[in-house]
């Protein structure tokens, strides 16, 4: 990760390539949303960018190079919290540059058989979320739960759940392609019944929260963070970015809100 000017915005960069190619996040180069979001640049592509890039969000990096050896982002944990980690390491530094935003004005909402998502109004944003897995050991815990990053960290609400899935999936996964990494110390796997990691989960919401933090991941790719409220009922990548072309689609749904710099009156959370 390296510094970028204003109004660069998050740009991912294939140095593995000769010659290097760039990837902005933008919500019209997701065109795989298997399992992660994925941006692709013609047929060079950069996969499982929506941790990373939930953490950016949630840190309120707004202008960054994001160099890739390989056509995927790693995993670490399954979390955002080695990315905050490294980030917090570096030190984030505060531009002379008006902040911008997408605010939304009016609500835009999506919709695949009962799963749904959709963005409101909101001077702030706010992610409430809900799941329904049929599933014993997801279903025993928080099934919904609401994060306003106006009153919390992205650090303490959001960074820390991890990814999840399941034994019965990762032989198909794997002979497409996909998963090939997957272990238990990079996800919660469960079987029909449980959670096999040792120590069980870091929290009683962390499955939920960790749909809250692949929304933030995929909602960030639109550019610039939102000001609105985001809520879901068993959405996933594919929806998510259905929302942002949605809102894109609709020049009366959004404007870009400039902040000056210095002024606090947005000031990511985590600053707080």
């Not at 593995?16 to 019209?28: F, G, K, N, Y």
């Not at 944990?77 to 002379?96: C, H, K, M, P, W």
């Not at 639109?222 to 259905?242: T, V």
Request: aromatic content about 6%; overall charge negative.
């Amino acid at each position: 990760m390296r510094p970028a000017p204003p109004d660069t915005g998050i740009v991912f960069r294939r140095v593995d390539l000769t010659p290097a190619v760039d990837l902005p996040a933008r919500a019209e180069s997701v065109n795989d949303t298997r399992l992660a979001t994925t941006l692709n640049e013609g047929k060079v592509i950069v996969s499982t960018i929506e941790h990373l890039m939930s953490a950016l969000n949630g840190l309120g990096i707004d202008n960054l190079y994001v160099e890739v050896d390989a056509p995927e982002i790693p995993i670490m944990d399954g979390s955002g919290a080695t990315f905050v980690y490294l980030i917090r390491s570096s030190g984030i530094l505060e531009q002379n540059a008006p902040k911008r935003f997408v605010r939304v004005k009016k609500t835009v909402e999506v919709r695949d058989g009962d799963k749904w998502a959709k963005l409101e109004p909101h001077n702030g944003f706010v992610l409430d979320f809900a799941i329904a897995f049929g599933h014993p050991a997801i279903d025993s815990t928080v099934q919904h739960a609401v994060v306003d990053l106006g009153q919390e960290t992205y650090e303490d609400a959001v960074s820390r759940a991890r990814t999840f899935g399941f034994v019965s999936d990762a032989e198909l996964l794997r002979s497409m392609g996909l998963a090939k990494g997957g272990t238990l110390e990079n996800a919660i796997v469960m079987d029909e019944f449980r959670v096999l990691n040792v120590g069980g989960l870091r929290s009683d919401d962390e499955f939920v929260k960790h749909k809250i933090l692949d929304a933030m991941g995929d909602l960030y790719v639109l550019g610039r963070p939102l000001l609105a409220r985001y809520s879901a009922y068993k959405s996933g990548h594919s929806l998510n970015n259905k929302l942002l072309r949605a809102l894109i689609a609709d020049p009366q749904a959004w404007e870009v809100a400039t902040v000056p710099a210095g002024d606090k009156t947005f000031k990511s959370a985590v600053e707080r």
